[in-house]
Nanobody, 126 residues
Framework: QVQLTESGGGLVQAGAPLRLSCAVA???????MGWFRQAPGKDREFVGG????????AYADSVQGRFSISRDESKMTVYLQTNNLKPEDTAVYYC????????????????????WGQGTQVTVSS
């Protein structure tokens, strides 16, 4: 059973950076990984993802150029580096894994992921 644990959230001022981590347990290989977020009163939305191969990444337009995803296979951890945070980035951030499918695409739909973490809160003050 794959388990995902997010960490690194917190309260930051607008413009500050923050790095979120997602530790993968119960597996010896990395999968297609995605980051999603859910703000109060809003639907969960795709933020970014990295393919199984690790060669491809994709981002939502709202974070393109500010956020980046990377992974460390030796630590079985995926990172979401967030820069130039804005108050509208305030949300609970979730990581997700897709343990099937191709090794090159980056799934963007929530329904494509079959394992989820519990989330970490990011609050950006203005």
């Amino acid at each position: 059973q794959v388990q995902l644990t997010e960490s690194g959230g917190g309260l930051v001022q607008a413009g500050a950076p923050l790095r979120l981590s997602c530790a993968v347990a119960g597996s010896t290989i990395m999968f297609s990984m995605g980051w999603f977020r859910q703000a109060p009163g809003k639907d969960r939305e795709f933020v970014g993802g990295i393919s199984w191969s690790g060669r491809n990444t994709a981002y939502a337009d709202s974070v393109q150029g500010r956020f980046s995803i990377s992974r460390d296979e030796s630590k079985m951890t995926v990172y979401l580096q967030t820069n130039n945070l804005k108050p509208e980035d305030t949300a609970v951030y979730y990581c997700a894994a897709r343990t099937y499918g191709s090794n090159w695409d980056v799934p963007r739909g929530q329904h494509e992921y079959n394992f989820w973490g519990q989330g970490t809160q990011v609050t950006v003050s203005s």
